[in-house]
């Protein structure tokens, strides 16, 4: 079984700041891991995943994620926040075998304030 | 390339009566998965369908059920609602390479159960 914390149910920050978004999981194989981001009245969009290799994984909109395997982690991180990026986001991690199904954590809310 | 569909996208329906969902997968997926998001438990995965087969399941009641046609269209029933079925349906579609295939997701079907 899988299992997803986000330390953090809301992040507020001021624009052009740096922010971090806190993911630590738990799972007894082999895990694959996500960030996904949920805009209002929206399905979700993925940010970024981590498969294999570099542990430093780069996404969409500037985002980027560091995967440590001995802290269970996987930290979401943006240097510099914008207005836009005002939204839910949601780490995520599924098995890299057998079960195919996302587990999700509780979801940060970003609020970025001008 | 069109996303995910989703229909209808709000639905309100009173205790008791059954609803059907229906999610239309980006072309080319054969993989459709159903997650419930409500604000006290969050994402919680369903069930999902590959080629018309069910091949895994969430932790839910048998009210809840799924299918999937040859045209990878699926269709999710909620049978003798509850108001705790009141949630953000979120269907989400994936190519064939298994675990490391991006889920997609669609907006989602606001479903009110008063």
């Known amino acids: 079984a899988q299992s997803v914390t986000q330390l953090d149910s809301q992040v507020p920050v001021f624009e052009e700041a740096p922010v971090e978004l806190r993911c630590n999981y738990s799972s007894s194989v082999s895990v694959y891991l996500f960030w996904y981001v949920q805009y209002p009245n929206q399905g979700l969009q993925l940010l970024l995943k981590y498969l294999s290799g570099s542990t430093l994984v780069k996404g969409i909109n500037g985002f980027e994620a560091e995967f440590n395997k001995s802290q269970t982690s996987f930290h979401l991180r943006k240097p510099s926040v914008h207005i836009s990026d005002t939204a839910e986001y949601f780490c995520a991690v599924s098995g890299s075998t057998g079960r195919r199904a996302l587990t999700f954590g509780s979801g940060t809310r970003l609020q970025v304030q001008p | 390339k069109a996303g995910v569909t989703q229909t209808p996208r709000y639905l309100i329906k009173t205790r008791g009566q059954q609803v059907t969902l229906s999610c239309s997968p980006i072309?080319?997926?054969?993989?459709v998965s159903w997650y419930q998001q409500t604000p006290g438990q969050g994402l919680q995965f369903l069930f999902e369908y590959f080629s018309e087969t069910q091949r895994n399941k969430g932790n839910f009641p048998g009210r809840f059920s799924g299918r999937q046609f040859s045209n990878s269209r699926s269709e999710m029933n909620v049978s003798t609602l509850e108001l705790g079925d009141s949630a953000l349906y979120l269907c989400a579609s994936r190519g064939d390479r298994g675990n490391t295939d991006t889920q997609y997701f669609g907006p989602g079907t606001r479903l009110t159960v008063l």
């Open positions: 072309s080319g997926h054969r993989s």
